[in-house]
């Protein structure tokens, strides 16, 4: 009975929605007032009636028991929905009579029965819920309820609204049915599973031919230092495509949000990178900010000779011999690498102290200081000035002189030790020695008198 | 002259010219094996070493789970000549189980136990064990890694036996497990209660064998034994001995310094291939080579009563052993020869393993 | 007056070489000295203070109170570890171990945001050492603080 009223809102709703497909918001506005006023004595009802709603529903009853696997999954997958958790069922969807034990009185028009959306519609459909406000605030507070308008701006929804039935729908990602939270890590949609989920369209060039992209973005993201993160570290924040595609709005990046959108975790190369002579160069010939030098989809962990002037170095593509980029390029370059192999050269004599014996973990900590600095001044290369990078290679070499120094000294200290051993050892040998003589003496002359 | 009155005025109330008499009464028999009669008192020379180095160490080091780890490399980082000391206390303590093995076994071997020494013998065996001791809790004490680990499996180890073995863990550890409780009862065993006992027994030992002097091999018995006097002759030669090991200490710490390794960590998985001091690694080989069940008996079980009953026979060999028999000295040397083999080659497969 | 070895010094039978005898205790004499001198030269340098007084411990003094005013933190030496010790805007001492939980670096307080920020790559965590913005995987560990008259002392529990 209850139910019949949330099934009679949607029922009422459902024209409107079909009629008002490309603007959502106005029949969500459009709410009208004495019902907004019944919601929440509904939404108690709503709760009451969960456990008795779920007892009896002729749909799952009947679709369990049929045949056809196109007809019976529905019934089975259900089982996992949120939605069923969330107390509701079949006919909150798709309308009709679950009370009913006949076919033809389940799936009455007259009940508010849908059926089964064709993909275009699907958006709508599942926005009749999910993009009012009002109603989604009873499930979930913080629930964003802007799914299907940002839907449309995607390049999916696009293509879908141009009649590509090829394009993605809410259910291709969320999957339909056995729908599950983003948070669940069986979720087609949780982190660990999203690259796989958008690979199942675009990672087959059969299913994007003549769309004009590629279908290698997942193995290339396979490659990344990203997926790295995520499946190998297993770090749950590292991006995967919605990270920086956007979910609902999925689309390129254009070349001039690029790094806006990279800078949503790299800030601070971000924010270097804004303050950088580059930031106008790049804009002017439309180059794309990170991706230019990083790449996209394959992004490998960065090294130190993709800076520079040498072979291999990212910076020549551009700059020539002469320029000032190029010899800021160079001069960055040659300060990491100072920084480098000083630090190898103190880790190599603090190492071959220890082998010693010698206890250096106090030196070999505060070399980390150097590690620090380096760090840091790789991520200062992004403001392309070797004023900025100075600033922290000079304190670095700074430490890693001393590291160096406190290896020596510990290798001076072994030698005093082995120093002070021979001189202390031609002491206790000569004493020995001249013992054995004084006994000598002493026994010869016991000879001699016996 | 007023030393010599003042010598007088000891004299009279010591006795020492009685002392001076009785030590240079005294005599060391000469003969092939005479090289033996050293390893005693090297032994009790290195023992000296441990006992001056130990106090030394005891200046710096802080018994506790949060700083005996810091406080051991304190001393070898800021300390002068804390590297020295500690690696000399590290270095004397084998060296001196050494000694003590080789000690017991020529004695075994030469038949220095026959009466009226068994006392001489027993109180010797003491000692074995006690330096046994000493090693085991001296080498928790700096709390690293390695020592926390082999510890854990020590006392393990013990608590297997069954009846008493678990309130003997117990003891040990001063709880369930290994922590920084039994760090401190280790520390008190180390530094009072063996130091204390084992004074009385080397006491015991010294005194017994001042009593009955230097024991000749039975088979030499009969045949002239040349002497030689223990003061000066032969305590000068323990001298050059003495001198010598210092020199070996010294180089030993110099260019083999005792490593310190990282500090425990109760919750850190054990290293591999985890092994204990060599003095205990063909006991450790031995019951790793066991197997699980003997005639319907735990094997570890059986193996640690084994070593226990061996222990325990270890005392009572004097007793059994009473005069020289062609056919019993036939059966001591192969069980002599037996577990000196059986003690190398599990040392050698523990270490190659 | 015979000494303990027995060495009659002065019977005429052994006066024969008195002078290599001599020559020879007055240089076992020096070398007894000398290697005596090398045993406790090092115990008794071993014995004096050393200029570091005590070892590292489970707990530092990482600052004076008057040091940390509210909305600041300042960087001291746990062990070998750095660490940060701040007063939040609500007057609380908080300690932290100020080793970047992303690639190591060493974090500071920014009294502006009111977080605890590392440099190298943005990252931040806020003042239960949460991480909260940029790449750092894990928060930082959090100590125990006390203060001790006009010192702050911080435990690693």
Known sequence: MNLGLLNGRIGRLAPAAAAAQISRVVPVLGVPRAFACALPVLTILLLFTTAAAQKKSSCIECHAKLDDPRLSAPAKLFDDDIHRTRGLSCNDCHGGDPNADTKEGAKDPRKGYLGKPKALDIPAYCGKCHSD??????????????????????????????????????????????????????????????????????????????????????????????????????????????????????????????????????????????????????????????????????????????????????????????????????????????????????????????????????????????????????????????????????????????????????????????????????????LAGLVYLKLRQIESRQATTE | MRIQSL?????????????????????????????????????????????????????????????????????????????????????????????????????????????????TWVSGVFLLFIVICFGFSGYLLPWNKLAFFATKVGTEIAGVVPVVGRPILRFLRGGDDVTGATLTRFFGFHVAVLPATATVFIAIHVLMVQMHGMSVPPKLLGQPVKKMKFVPNFILRDLIGWILAIGVLAALAALFPWELGEKADAFASAPAGIKPEWYFLFMFQTLKWLPAKILGMDGEVLGIMAFNIVALLLFIVPFVDRSDNRRRRLIFNLLGVLALLFIVVMTIVGYVT | ?????????????????????????????????????????????????????????????????????????????????????????????????????????????????????????????????????????????????NTRGDDIVVTRS
């Open chain 1, 133 to 430: 406000a009002s109603l989604m605030k009873k499930f979930n507070p913080s629930l964003r309820v802007d799914q299907e308008r940002e839907y449309y701006t995607s390049v999916h929804g696009k293509l879908l609204k141009a009649g590509e039935t090829r394009a993605a729908t809410c259910i291709s990602c969320h999957s339909v049915h056995g729908i599950r939270a983003i948070n669940d890590p069986l979720s087609s949609v949780y982190p660990s599973n999203v690259a796989e989920t958008c690979s199942k369209c675009h990672g087959s060039a059969d299913y994007m031919r003549g769309l004009g992209i590629p279908s290698d973005q997942y193995e290339k993201y396979k490659t990344s230092v990203h997926a790295e993160a995520l499946y190998v570290k297993q770090d749950l924040s590292a991006p995967t495509c919605n990270d920086c595609h956007g979910n609902h709005g999925a689309a390129p990046p254009g070349i001039a949000s690029v790094a806006n959108v990279c800078g949503q975790c790299h800030a601070r190369q971000a924010e270097l990178f804004q303050t950088s002579p580059h930031k106008a160069a790049f804009d002017q010939k439309e180059l794309g900010e990170c991706i230019t030098c990083h790449g996209n989809h394959a992004i490998n962990k960065p090294n130190d000779q993709l800076i520079g002037t040498t072979q291999g170095a990212l910076c020549i593509s551009c700059h020539t011999p002469g320029d000032k980029g190029f010899v800021a390029a160079g001069q960055m370059r040659s300060q990491i690498d100072k920084l480098i192999a000083s630090l190898d050269k103190s880790n190599e004599i603090l190492n071959r102290a220890e082998r010693a014996g010698m206890e250096v973990s106090k030196p070999k900590f505060e070399l980390k200081g150097a590690v620090d600095a380096l760090t840091h001044a790789r991520v200062l290369i992004h403001s392309s000035s070797t004023a900025e990078v100075d600033k922290v290679i000079g304190p670095g070499l700074e430490v890693s002189a001393k590291g160096y120094e406190a290896g020596t000294a510990a290798l001076a200290e072994r030698r005093f030790r082995r120093e002070g051993l021979a001189v202390s050892l031609v002491f206790i040998l000569f």
């Open chain 3, 1 to 145: 007056m015979q000494n303990i070895f027995g060495d009659k010094s002065t019977d005429p039978k052994h006066a024969l070489k008195p002078t290599r005898r001599r020559f020879l205790d007055y240089l076992l004499g020096t070398s007894a000295f000398a290697t005596l001198g090398a045993i406790f030269y090092p115990i008794f340098k071993f014995m004096q203070p050393p200029q570091i007084i005590e070892s590292a411990e489970n707990s530092v003094v990482a600052a004076k109170l008057s040091e940390i005013p509210t909305n600041s933190g300042k960087i001291f030496k746990f062990g070998n570890k750095p660490g940060i010790v701040l007063r939040t805007p609500a007057g609380e001492l908080k300690a932290f171990s100020a080793v970047c939980t992303h690639l190591e670096c060493i974090v500071q307080y920014r009294p502006d945001t009111k977080q605890i920020w590392c440099a190298c790559h943005n990252g931040q965590y806020n003042l239960n050492g949460k991480n909260i913005g940029g790449p750092p995987p894990r928060p930082l560990e959090e100590y125990k603080v």
């Open chain 2, 7 to 119: 010598i007088a005025w000891f004299d009279e109330r010591l006795s020492i010219s009685t002392l001076v008499a009785i030590a240079r009464k005294k005599e060391v028999p000469l003969h092939r094996h005479s090289i033996w009669y050293y390893f005693g008192g090297m032994t009790l020379f290195l023992f000296t070493v441990q006992v001056v180095t130990g106090i030394l160490l005891l200046l710096y080091y802080r018994p506790s789970s949060e700083s005996a780890f810091e406080s051991v490399q304190f001393i070898i980082t800021e300390v002068k000549f804390g590297w020295l000391i500690r690696s000399i206390h590290s270095w004397s303590a084998n060296l001196m189980i050494a000694t003590l093995f080789i000690h017991m076994f020529s004695v075994f071997f030469l038949r220095a136990y026959y009466p009226p020494r068994e006392i």
